[in-house]
Structure formats: C-alpha cells, structure tokens
C-alpha cells in the first residue's frame, strides 16, 4: 500500500533529502529570510519555530519552490543520489491548505496527481483517499463533498491527507495540525513518527512547542529570518525554546515561577505563619505539575518520635487516612527512611519494592505507582518530609529532584520561622491587642468596650487570671475596668488598686502573684494591677510586659479624653447650630400668624378706607384663625420643653383607642383621604386620650400634607403582642432620605421647606415615650411612621433598697 | 398700558397674601402673587411689576437667593418682609440688591409706607437739583436724564443708589449726614437705619470708584457723606 515507504525512500547516501545554503529572501528592504542554512535528512523531523514574522512561512514557501529566493540555493535531493536535483517532489501542507474549495476531497487530495492515475476508476480513487484519511484518523465521512463544504478541522484533514499520500518521501509541514482536535492531533503525530520511521524526511513549522518537543529530532529557531539555533530537544527545555522564540534572554519561566512562589511564601509566612506550610505544598505541587503532595513533621510522643501529617494536597482518602502518623525509620516507608537518613528516598514502582508499610499499601489499592520522599532539613536537622506520590512509576529526574529540595528549602524556613513566631508571638499579640485598642478607641466604638478587650489581651498575654484599671481624675466618677479569667471578681484587685501609693509608676510587686503599675496620666491617676495564682510570678517576662502595656494603656487613654473632648466640642457646636436654627424657624413660624393678626387689625382700623361686610367678615375669620395657629404653636412650645424637661404629666385612664383616632380623624383637614382600620376585638389601654389624639392628628396630618398629591393615608391599628398595640400611619408619598429620617425627631428638623415648627414629631415620640411606648419611622418608601403603645400600666417600680 | 403701580408678592402662607392683595388693591395697585418664588423672574417679566415684597424663608426657594437674582436682571424695588431681626441679616438682604427691609409683624400701614418710598425714589424728582450735570473726572451725572456714565460708558444703577448718589452729587463738598440721606432716599423714619446708607454707599464705590483715583464719596466718619469737589 502506498503508504508504506519502500526501501526506496531511503535513498541518498549523505542520507540529505533537503539542503538550503545561504538562502535569502527579500522584500523591498526587509530581509523575510537571511543566508538560513540548514539540511534535512531521511527519517528525520526537523522542527522550524519562530514568532509571527520570524520568516516560516516564507522558508517554506522557498522550499516548495512557490517563492524564488534572492539567494542561496535550495536542494531537494531525490531518495537515490545521482538524481537531478531540484525536481524531487516534495509535499507541502500550507498554512493556508490551499485547498480548491470547488473540488471534492478526493479531487483535492489527488490533486495534481491525476496523470499518475488516469487508469484509476473513479471508486479507486474514492476508496484510496478514504483509506489516506483513515491514516490520519479522520473522522470525515463523505469523500464526496466539495471542500467549501468542510468544516476548518475537515480542511485541515484533507490536506495532511494529501501530503502524506503523496509519498515523495520529503514533507513540508507548515502548522499541520492547528485546526486539529487534541485526539486527531495524536493520530497525526503518531503517523508523522511512523513515517519518519520510515525514512522521510520533514520539516515541521509549528507553534505548538509540545508537539515539536514529541515529534522533532532537531529544533531549529528563526528569529527574524536568521537561524538563531539549531538544537536537539534532549539537550533544551521547552522554556529555553520559548526564550530562543521570544528573544529574551530571560530567566526560564519554571524558575520565574519559582521565584515568585518562594517571594510569596516568603511574604505569607511572614504575615500568616499557619498558611505558609500549605503553600509550601500546594507550590511544590504545581511547580513538580504532582497531584499528590503531603508534608510531614517530626513530634515527639510519650510512644516515640513519629512524622505526623501538616500539610497535604490531592490525596486519596484511603491514603490520606493511612498516612497522618508515620513512623521514623524504614518501618515508615519513603517517609520514614527519608526522615532518618537525611535525604531524598524515591520508589520507581510500588509493585517491585518489598518494603511496602500499611499507608503505602493504601497507596497502591488507590492507584499509585511511586513516590518519593524528601527530608526538610532545618538550621537543627531533620524537620519532616515533603512526599509525593504519583499514578504513574518511575523516578524523578534531576531537575525535578533539584526542585523539591527547594521546595524542602523553603519549607523548611516556613516552619522554622513559624516555630519562632510561636515562641515570641505570646508578647507579640499582646502588644499588637493594645496597640490595636490605641486604634479602637480612637474610633466610634464605646470606649469601655476597648479598654475592656485591651485588658483582656493583657491578662491573657501575662498569662495571669486577673487584671484590672482604676482610672482617677479630679472632675470626674472613678473608672474601674477588669477582666478575670477565673471569675473571682474584682472587688479584691480594686482595693489593692485603690490603695496603691500616688507616686507608683514602674511594675511593682507588693506580694506574690500580684502586680501593681501606675498609668502615667496626665491630669488624673491610672493603676493597673494584675494577679497571678501562680506564686513565682510576676516573672521578668510578665514585668516588661506590664511596663510596655502601661504606656500603651495611658497612650490610649490620653487619645480616649482628647477624642472624647471633641466630640464634645463638636456635639456642643451642633447644638448650638441646632438652637440657633430653631430659633429662626420658631421665630418664622411665631411672627408669620402675627404677622396676619396685626396686620389684618390694622387694615380695618385704616381711617381712610372702609371695607365691606364680606371682607371685613374674611379678615376677621382670619385673625381668629391666626390666633388659633399661634396658640397651637405656643401649646407645642410648652409641650415640647415639658417632654425635654421630662415633666409631662399623663392623665391617664382606660381608653379606646379607635374613639382616639377617629377624634383625630376628624380635625384632619382632608380627612377624606385618610383611610382608618382598626381591628374589630381592640381592647382599651392605659393612656391619656387627649395627649393621643394630638399624637395622631399630627401624624395624620403630616401624612396628607407630606404623602404628594391626593394619595390616601392609612392608618392601621393592631395588637402587636399581648402587651402592646401598634398604630401605623402610612402615606403613598416618595419616602423620607435617609439623611432626613435620621434626625426626623429633632425638634430642629423639618422634612422638607414646608410649614411646621418641626415641633411635631418632637413631640409625638415624646408623647409616646411617656406612656412607656415608641414611635418610630420606619425605613423605605412609603413613608411610615409606627406608634407601639403599652395595653397595660407599667408595673410599678420595685422601691428602690437604697433609698428605703 | 396699566397705569397702576404693579405689586409682585412673594409670600407662601395664604392669609398674608390674602392680607396683602387686599390692602394693595384697596389702594388701586396691581397685585401679582408667587407662591413659592420659582415663578419670580417669569412674572417680572410678564407684568412688569414696580414692586416685588419677597418673603425670606419661603418653601423650596431662599429669600436672599431670590433677591440677588431678581436684582441681576431687574430695577424693580426690592422690599422683603421677614421675621428675621438680625442685623446681618437685613444687611445681606440690602446687600444683595433690596431696596427696603420691614421685619414681621407690621402694620400695614407702616407697609404702605414703605411701598410708596421706594415708589418715591424709583420716579424722576419732582423738583430737579439747581445744577443739571456734575463732573468729576470721567464721570458724568445728567440729573436731567436721569443717567450716570463713567469713562463715556453707561453705569446702570438702581433707582435707590440713583437717589442716594443725586442726593450727594447735586451739593458737592457738602456734608450730608446719614439721618439727613436716610430721610431723602428712604423716607423719615429711617433715620437711624444707617446701615441703610453704609450697604448702599458701599454698592456706589463699587460702580463708581476705581483703585487708584482719588474718592468720590468721602466718608466722615460717625456724621455722614460728603461728594468730592474734585473736577
């Protein structure tokens, strides 16, 4: 069959099927390709790759004689020396197919051919093209369809199939397989080598650095137009290939990789002591591409030393649950031999090696085939092992082994270091906790609440089961704060606090496993003091602990009363702001219905005019009107400071609710829009029906004049629990912003320009407050606000023991 | 074309407008009403009012707001009504281009008062200065045709700093006291009001005076004004 070379095909003695001296190529100034030397012999694949541009294409157009070269010669030199040269055939696969899209594919495949084969029927053709796309593990099946009918993949096939059936003996192979499956890739591959084996000779222009690596037996680079290598693939790695392509004589981008992994680890073990063992492994992992990866370390039990498991990544659970604990020595496998013996142990295939444990064992049931393992040596010997186990036998090769020293390198460091970290991090922590309280109470936190955590730190920090802070100060309450560990209280510490001398300042020891030192305030007096129920202490540690903790904790108290002094300031200032713009209003809202009295008055007593009956009639309709607002108003003011002087006084007695809020219904204007509901079984509460009824008319009111338009407002009333009601009064409006509602309930704010002291709503919550309910707005649109009063009197306050 | 006096009033609470159309139209004006201020500017052009009363705190619009922009575009006499007291603000509010400041609550006809001054000054004197121009330096002031020009081009001014300028111009070198100008320009019952003239002074420098030329008005200090004899 004709794909079979012949004895043939292996032809020249040189054994040189292709040979290009000096060729050069130009267009208009650019050299395309420059004086590119090279041969290519029988049963060999050589490999041409280069960047976009580097002058593939044209070389291979060159070599099959589509392109004439400006210089050099090119030979295509025929299977039998003594040939004429440059008439051996060669078959090409373009990058571009080249294809004839109005042929069939077996047209296409016997394209040019036909000569050859004129005797050949029809069907022959049909079934050797069919057999030449079975080579190459086509999938196409009608050998009949036009080649603009076939998809990219297809096109791709029909061409190798033509090249490859053609049997010159010389391929020229420009991207062969780039529209091909991963699969069908394979098959191409796999035909390719059995014609190299065969004795032909071909140049491949790939991008795809795999496929060259499994294919080629020389690499060869351009890189604009010139041979930049000329190289077997045993002696480079993929990413010198790559650096060749590129042209930067970069580091090889495994140790690029290597680089940053270490960095980052390097940073994480810094910043994360318990995650930089787990990036170890799961680095180690991808850098080695192992699936299967666990770090051991070495403890010592009551039983023995054991590698017991820290770290791990991808193993299979009858392995992982075989290997947490190993044992040192050749009883424990890789792991343990390479714990004991200081370096790296590998086991090419489970099946041949006799010294099998139970984890490996394991192993083996879940399908792996080897493992190595390598020991981490630390500044003291032997830390642990890192491990890894793979599906497949063999050894690791030098590179590889050289990498997960490295990694055990790294490994190593992150373990010694978090040892490290472990043993000072006990003060560290401390004095991260109270320079993170420095940070806490300069922000919006309660200020105990971070004294509180800070001491807590402390205690623990000083391992102690008590420590508490009596602040002092001329003008102000004392201040005790502490925290006990062991709930003893602190009533004891206290007078041990208060009874510390003034002119105490560094950690002093009054008594065994206690501890006093003064807080260095400034206009007051700090002591801090701690007990221990250990009685040796407080050791040196625990000394200069408490002396660091003492300036820190009067650091944080200073900033706490500087803070709290501006806000003070600053809420004093608002307040102020506040008074002074409720004051314009007031005075706006007092002036405005005067304003009409007087004026209306002394429109009638005008001398000069005299005014109808009509008029006179609507002017005094106004004054009384006017008169009416500003005793409301005034009614408001007096209700106001009564609830902010906390001496409103409730007449109170059992009321129903729903006469209340019908009686407020009524003195709506536009009470039509004003939709009540209130559930049938309402019993009475406790409250004084005047006080709210004024509570609803305002919020009914508010809600027609604020809800837009001529939407409705409901109010709905329902028994909330057994102990309260709740009336809520909805408008249909846009809602409240929330800039707004935060302060809705200042006497200071009005929701919008329109009229009203703001007085209102002041006043309703206060109301509300003293029947011993709420009234709140509720968030979102539509606006609704939400009146919770109690059913029943409140019970009557316990006597204060006290007093009594 | 209306003859009447045209009275814009700005003024959001009903009762008051109610208070003042009534009055306003009893004295044979035209009253126009906005009540909210967003429709000011519109109305002053459409009707052309001599008069606009402005209310300082109105829903959604700010009085002085207000009254720098109308003041921008218009030489219409600017009084407001407002139930603020304070100094400042009745000399921010002249500041910005008012002509007149009557706090809430007042009598109407206090108010009325108030209207026909600013009326007063916006109108041609009924009898003329002696002298029917004054120059100093490049300025020119026609009392005749009621213009003022400096460096041959036309200076606008209000009717109130027109008043308060012909009052200081037409006696050169002549000290005129504050109660004396306030009475002239605004009309008796201001006399202590000299925040008036300082606000109003100060607007005239600024169209007037250029750094670096010698003082149009000078000022006495505590006494009052005199207009420089300069030529």
Redesign the interface.
């Known amino acids: 069959m004709m794909w079979v070379m012949t004895a043939d095909d292996h032809g020249a003695e040189s054994g040189v099927r292709l040979r290009l001296d000096g060729v050069t190529k130009r267009y208009g100034r650019l050299r395309a390709i420059d004086g590119v030397s090279l041969s290519v012999h029988n049963g060999e694949i050589v490999a041409v790759v280069g960047e976009n541009g580097a002058g593939k294409s044209t070389l291979v157009g060159c070599i099959a004689g589509d392109i004439k070269v400006d210089e050099g010669r090119i030979e295509r030199l025929p299977a039998r020396a003594g040939t004429v040269a440059d008439d051996a055939p060669v078959a090409v696969v373009w990058q571009d197919l080249g294809l004839c899209d109005d042929l069939d594919v077996v047209a296409n495949i016997f394209l040019g051919r036909e000569r050859g084969r004129v005797l050949l029927a029809e069907g022959g053709m049909a079934a050797d093209a069919r057999r030449a796309l079975d080579l190459i593990g086509s999938q196409l099946t009608d050998v009949r369809a036009r080649a603009d009918s076939l998809s990219r993949g297809e096109r791709q096939e029909v061409a190798l199939a033509r090249a490859l059936a053609a049997s010159t003996g010389l391929l020229v192979l420009d991207e062969p397989t780039a529209s091909l499956s991963v699969l069908r890739r394979a098959t191409v591959v796999q035909r390719l080598r059995e014609l190299r084996d065969a004795g032909t000779a071909t140049l491949l222009v790939s991008h795809d650095l795999d496929e060259v690596f499994a294919l080629a037996d020389r690499i060869v680079v351009l890189r604009h137009g010139r041979i930049v290598a000329d190289v077997s693939p045993a002696e480079v790695h993929t990413d010198d290939i790559a650096a060749l392509i590129s042209g930067f004589e970069t580091e090889s981008l495994a140790r690029r990789q290597l680089n940053r992994l270490k960095s980052l680890v390097e940073q994480l073990s810094a910043a994360d002591p318990a995650a930089s063992l787990p990036l170890v492994v799961s680095a180690t992992a991808a850098a080695l591409d192992q699936d299967m990866l666990c770090v051991h370390l070495l403890e010592t039990t009551p039983v023995g030393t054991v590698l017991r498991r820290t770290a791990a990544i991808g193993l299979p659970a009858a392995l992982a649950d075989s290997s947490g604990e190993v044992r040192l020595g050749s009883t424990g496998g890789p792991v343990g031999t390479a714990a004991e013996l200081g370096r790296v142990v590998t086991v090419d295939d489970v099946r041949d090696d006799a010294t099998w444990c139970g984890y490996l064992e394991a192993a083996a049931s879940e399908g792996v085939r080897s493992a190595w393992s390598a020991p981490i040596v630390g500044t003291a010997g032997v830390l642990g092992t890192i491990t890894g186990f793979s599906t497949s036998a063999g050894r690791l090769d030098s590179d590889r082994t050289e990498l997960v020293s490295l990694y055990a390198g790294h490994a190593a460091t992150a373990i010694e270091r978090e040892r490290l970290i472990e043993e000072v991090s006990r003060r560290n922590q401390v004095l991260e906790s109270l320079r993170g309280m420095l940070d806490t109470l300069a922000g919006p936190e309660r200020v105990d609440g971070g004294l509180s955590a800070a001491l807590l730190a402390l205690c623990r920090g000083l391992g102690a089961t008590t420590v508490g802070m009596l602040i002092t100060a001329v003008d102000k309450p004392d201040r005790w704060i502490h925290i006990d560990l062991d709930g003893s209280g602190g009533e004891e510490l206290r007078r041990v606090a208060e009874q510390a001398p003034v002119e105490i300042d560094e950690p002093e020891r009054p008594a065994d496993g206690l501890a006093v030192a003064g807080l260095p305030l400034p206009g007051g007096r700090g002591v801090l003091v701690s007990r221990w129920n250990d009685h040796t202490e407080p050791g040196r540690d625990a000394v200069q602990l408490l002396e660091d903790a003492r300036r820190s904790l009067a650091l944080a108290l200073e900033g706490e009363g500087l803070e709290i002094a501006r806000r003070e300031a600053a809420a004093a200032r608002r307040s102020q702001q506040l008074q002074h713009e409720l004051l314009?209003q007031l005075?706006?809202e007092?002036?405005?219905?005067?304003?009409?009295?007087?004026?209306?008055s002394?429109?009638l007593q005008?001398p000069d005019?005299t005014?109808d009956a009509e008029?006179t009639d609507?002017?005094l309709t106004?004054i009384t009107?006017?008169s009416a607002r500003m005793e409301r108003l005034v009614g408001d003011l007096l209700d106001s400071s009564a609830i902010e002087s906390g001496v409103l006084r409730l007449r109170r007695d059992w009321t129903d609710l729903r006469l209340v809020l019908e009686a407020a219904h009524s003195c709506v204007p536009d009470r039509e829009r004003v939709q009540l509901r209130v559930a049938d079984d309402l019993e009475p509460i406790w409250a004084d029906h005047d006080r709210l009824e004024q509570v609803f008319v305002n919020l009914m009111e508010n809600a027609v004049r604020h809800g837009g338009g001529n939407g409705t407002v409901r109010v709905n009333v329902e028994r909330i629990h057994d102990s309260a009601v709740a009336v809520c009064v909805t408008d249909d409006g846009g809602g409240i912003p929330a800039d707004v509602a935060e302060r809705i309930f200042d006497a200071r704010i009005r929701g919008?320009?329109?009229?009203g002291a703001g007085l209102g709503l002041t006043i309703v919550r206060g109301i509300a407050e003293a029947h011993g309910g709420s009234c709140e707005l509720l968030g979102g649109s539509p606006t609704t606000f939400r009146v919770v009063l109690p059913v029943e009197p409140a019970a009557p306050p316990t006597p204060d023991p006290e007093a009594s | 074309m209306d003859e009447r006096t045209g009275i814009l009033v700005v003024e959001?609470?009903r009762?008051?407008v109610?208070?003042?159309r009534?009055?306003l139209l009893?004295r044979g004006h035209r009253v126009m009403v906005s009540t909210d201020g967003s429709d000011v500017l519109d109305q002053i052009a459409e009707s052309a009012p001599d008069i606009v009363l402005v209310d300082l705190?109105?829903?959604?619009?700010d009085g002085f707001d207000l009254c720098r922009a109308v003041r921008e575009r218009s030489d219409v006499g600017i009084i407001v009504?407002s139930?603020?007291?304070g100094e400042t603000d009745k000399v921010r509010a002249l500041n910005l281009g008012a002509d007149d400041y009557l706090t809430?609550?007042?009598?109407?006809?206090e108010?009325l008062a108030r209207i026909q001054a600013t009326l007063r000054r916006s109108r041609p004197a009924p009898a003329g200065p002696v002298v029917s121009t004054v120059q100093v330096g490049d300025l020119v002031i026609d009392f005749d045709a009621h213009s003022v020009s400096k460096a041959g081009r036309r200076v606008h001014l209000t009717p109130t700093e027109y008043a308060l300028l012909r009052e200081l111009a037409s006696e050169p070198g002549r000290l005129v006291t504050h109660a004396e100008l306030l009475r002239r320009v605004w009309g008796s019952g201001y006399e202590t009001q000299t925040e008036y003239t300082r606000v109003y002074v100060a607007r005239l420098r600024a169209k007037l005076e250029r750094p670096g030329e010698p003082e149009l008005i000078v000022t006495e200090p505590r006494a009052g004004y005199r207009f420089t004899t300069a030529t």
């Open positions: 314009l005075s706006h007092l002036r405005t219905p005067l304003t009409a009295i007087r004026g209306y002394s429109t005008q005019l005014w008029s609507r002017f106004a009107s006017e919008d320009g329109s009229s | 959001d609470d009762n008051i109610d208070l003042l009534s009055n009893a705190m109105l829903p959604g619009a009504l139930a603020r007291r809430k609550p007042f009598g109407i006809e108010l």
